[in-house]
T-cell receptor, first 115, second 112 residues
Framework: GAVVSQHPSWVICKSGTSVKIECRSL??????MFWYRQFPKQSLMLMAT?????????EQGVEKDKFLINHASLTLSTLTVTSAHPEDSSFYIC???????????FGDGTRLSIL | QKEVEQDPGPLSVPEGAIVSLNCTYS??????FMWYRQYSRKGPELLMY??SSGNKEDGRFTAQVDKSSKYISLFIRDSQPSDSATYLC????????????WGLGTSLAVNP
């Protein structure tokens, strides 16, 4: 149980393109979803927290107009990287949690490469 | 000083060995403790989830939390080459808006 699906797993696109990443909880309802970024050989860096039906809460230093998050249902959250540039290239990972006292379950990540 | 300290390794052991992975922390308010396993180019996979102090066992894995020493451990018995991965500890305070605080991860290689 507690499966989180993330799509796409890998995307390569030109600079200036907007890219949408989907995160779905397949077998549970997620009241909260999280978006992380991970650089090589480093731990996960939280970008934002989203609760279903509410605006996302962004961590300090993360541009909300750059990284648009939508959490429209209890099983789906999307991250859109707008006007992506090479410095946005990274490994983006989502997670989902049923409730406050429950652990986060992670998707398999999206490798984003901006040329 | 970081809130959570974890030796990045790498740690290399022969197949069948008992592996001990550890994290120390400074925030006495942490109540939830987790161990995740992350394979290369994949998302973290939850291995163990513990609330407060004590031991928890699941198959070949045992997690220990010592809140008095601010120290958590993960033991892997009869280690297998498929256990080769990065192991991340994470912890958080109680409360809905508390975020996970992560260790850097320990890279483990189990050699056949």
């Amino acid at each position: 149980g507690a499966v989180v699906s993330q799509h796409p797993s890998w995307v390569i696109c030109k600079s200036g393109t907007s890219v949408k990443i989907e995160c779905r909880s397949l077998d549970f309802q997620a009241t909260t979803m999280f978006w992380y970024r991970q650089f090589p050989k480093q731990s996960l860096m939280l970008m934002a927290t989203s609760n279903e039906g509410s605006k996302a809460t962004y961590e300090q230093g993360v541009e909300k107009d750059k990284f648009l998050i939508n959490h429209a249902s209890l099983t789906l959250s999307t991250l859109t990287v707008t006007s992506a540039h090479p410095e946005d290239s990274s490994f983006y990972i989502c997670s989902a949690r049923m409730s406050s006292g429950q652990p986060q379950h992670f998707g398999d990540g999206t490798r984003l490469s901006i040329l | 000083q970081k809130e959570v300290e974890q030796d990045p390794g790498p740690l290399s052991v022969p197949e069948g060995a008992i592996v001990s992975l550890n994290c120390t922390y400074s925030n006495s308010a942490f109540q939830y403790f987790m161990w995740y396993r992350q394979y290369s180019r994949k998302g973290p996979e939850l291995l163990m989830y513990t609330y407060s102090s004590g031991n928890k066992e699941d198959g070949r894995f045992t997690a220990q939390v010592d809140k008095s020493s601010k120290y958590i451990s993960l033991f892997i018995r009869d280690s297998q080459p498929s256990d080769s991965a990065t192991y991340l500890c994470a912890m958080k305070e109680a409360g809905n808006n508390r975020k996970l605080i992560w260790g850097l991860g320990t890279s483990l290689a189990v050699n056949p």
